[in-house]
């Protein structure tokens, strides 16, 4: 009896050690599947982006030269800020359809470039590939020799763009790793020929490419002048006379010519300004004449009169915007923008591309509103020619709410 119940509690701990081993073995089954599907959906995980958006610092050591990825929005600006110990000596636009580096009066002596998006960032292709892949770059290249690349990821919201990116680094620094490099360094030594042939969009001195033609003409108007007073009389008689009528037979070209550079666009610059500041006097002493205000937006909201065809190139438009917030706002930088809104037959905006303004006048000071108060605005833009689903609208916006900014049509 004893020996079988000893067999008895034999069999159970062997059933029992049987039954924990197959246990044990389904435990390790369940976790070797559930780690499967955990791997595969990790690969099929895609690592965010990592671009820059708002307020941006980036440090740069003297052996690098970086690339710099920054978020960009349509309808957005972007300052790029670098130290005051150098100076810009090249910039290179991937695309300009894409991205523009804004032209500066002051090129020679600034330390920021300012970028703003083309007329074909807001396409359907290059919206497509927001915040997923880069649009387009832009290479900076300063005296010092550092070359920083910027490349420029399509955002849909302001809120995600790179307003403003401020570059810092030792320019000492950084011409001594170039030079332990063997790489050229204070590229402002150059010759003027030599900074004219770059890409730059804001090196070139009109100024120093005139000097050389005065010079050539003074040497030139010199040696003949010596010549004639060598030559007999007769002689200087004899060849002055047809260089006189062929002179005389040739004024028309050559005075027209001579006349289409920077003279003429200078001065119809100074004329839009004109027309545009007495357009903007005009509002100011008739504020009743905006009777018909548009959709507000965060308190802001526009009022436009009808436009004004200046010549066959260029339009005028007047509006006035009004603060109904008990607090001042601020205009976003680089607004009002005047743009082409391409829509669907339903009303379904397809594209919008913006129009150059050619001269703006505003009675708005530091770009602020104030509270529940009204700023006025005169744009001289490019004409357009729209299509029959295409629109021209204004869009004014306030620092608090760049993204959502109010609109109003523009119209004849």
Request: proline share 6%; aromatic share 4%.
């Amino acid at each position: 009896m004893l020996h079988a119940e000893k067999n008895v509690m034999a069999i159970l701990i062997v059933g029992a050690l049987a039954i924990s081993a197959g246990a044990q073995g389904r435990k390790r089954d369940v976790k070797h599947s559930d780690e499967k599907p955990a791997g595969s959906v990790y690969a099929v995980e895609r690592a965010p982006v990592d671009y820059l958006s708002g307020e941006a610092n980036v440090a740069v050591s003297g052996n690098q030269n970086p690339v710099v990825k920054l978020g960009l929005s349509p309808n957005g600006a972007t300052i790029i800020e670098f130290p005051a110990s150098d100076k810009l000596f090249n910039i290179i636009p991937g695309n300009s359809n894409l991205v523009t580096v804004e032209e500066s009066p002051t090129k020679e002596t600034d330390r920021f470039v300012i970028v703003r998006p083309g007329d074909g960032f807001s396409s359907p292709t290059t919206m497509a590939q927001a915040r997923r892949a880069p649009a387009t770059s832009v290479i900076v290249q300063m005296t010092s020799g550092l070359v920083i690349t910027f490349l420029f990821y399509p955002v849909p919201q302001l809120a995600e763009q790179a307003h403003r990116v401020v570059v810092t680094y030792d320019r000492n620094e950084v011409i001594a790793a170039r030079r332990a490099a063997g790489l050229a360094v204070n590229l402002e030594s150059g010759s003027d020929e030599r900074r004219r042939a770059t890409a730059s969009l804001r090196m070139v001195q009109s100024q120093s490419a005139a000097e050389p033609a005065l010079r050539s003409t003074s040497q030139h108007s010199g040696k003949s002048a010596q010549q004639s007073a060598e030559e007999p009389a007769e002689e200087s008689a004899l060849k002055s006379q047809p260089e006189q009528s062929s002179l005389k037979s040739q004024p028309s070209e050559e005075s027209g010519l001579k006349s289409q550079p920077p003279e003429k666009s200078d001065s119809k610059k100074i004329d839009l300004d004109d027309v545009a500041g007495a357009a903007l006097a005009q509002a100011k002493k008739s504020p009743e004449s905006f009777k018909k205000w548009g959709d507000g937006a965060h308190g802001l909201s526009i009022s436009v009169l009808p436009i004004r065809d200046l010549d066959s190139r260029s339009q005028l438009a007047l509006f006035a915007v009004r603060n109904t917030k008990k607090t001042a706002a601020r205009i976003v930088p680089g607004q009002p923008e005047i743009s082409i809104e391409t829509v669907t037959g339903g009303g379904k905006l397809v594209t919008a591309t913006l129009v150059r303004k050619l001269a703006t006048s505003t009675s708005a000071i530091d770009e602020l509103i104030p509270a529940r108060g009204t700023v006025y605005y005169a744009i001289v833009y490019e004409a357009p020619i729209l299509g029959a689903r295409q629109r021209l609208r204004v869009a004014v916006g306030h620092t608090a709410a760049a993204d959502e900014p109010a609109i109003a049509s523009i119209e004849k």
